[in-house]
């Protein structure tokens, strides 16, 4: 069943997270589900990993639009806040053809809009 309003998919990354809390790999240090409406809301957090390489992510979702996730970062980074890499979709890098990129310590190129879910899978591997 496709996810359709804000609750919905605020209750889907909460799974998510909990998935991933559940196999002992690291715990939660912050997480902020702020529902403006139905619709409409903004999802925060850290994951502090068993290495201490953090995970920094925030969407801000629109369930009116096709798009649902008009906004994303998830940054990564190791336990001396080095970047390991970065996803967003912020538009400061017109060199690209598209705005959803990813940073790492070699550059930045044009990746396709992950889910938590898959940022999750490329860190634990």
């Known amino acids: 069943m496709p996810i359709s309003n804000f609750p919905e998919y605020a209750r889907f990354i909460s799974y998510v997270i909990n998935t991933l809390l559940s196999t002992g790999l690291g715990r939660i ?3 902020s589900i ?30 009116r639009l096709r798009e649902p ?8 980074q190791d336990h001396n806040k080095k970047l390991i890499f970065r996803y967003d979709n912020a538009a ?6 598209q705005i959803e990129h990813k940073h790492t310590p070699d550059g930045i190129h044009s ?5 938590l879910e898959q940022i999750i899978d490329e860190i634990i591997g």
Request: hydrophobic letters at 35%; proline letters at 8%; aromatic letters at 14%.
């Open 29 to 31: 240090e912050n997480l």
């Open 34 to 63: 702020d529902k403006r409406s139905q619709l409409r809301g903004f999802i925060s957090g850290i994951v502090v990993f068993n290495d201490e390489s953090e995970l920094h992510f925030r969407e801000f979702i629109d369930h």
């Open 69 to 76: 996730r008009i906004m994303y970062a998830y940054h990564y």
């Open 92 to 97: 400061h890098h017109p060199h690209l053809q």
């Open 111 to 115: 990746a396709p809009p992950p889910t």
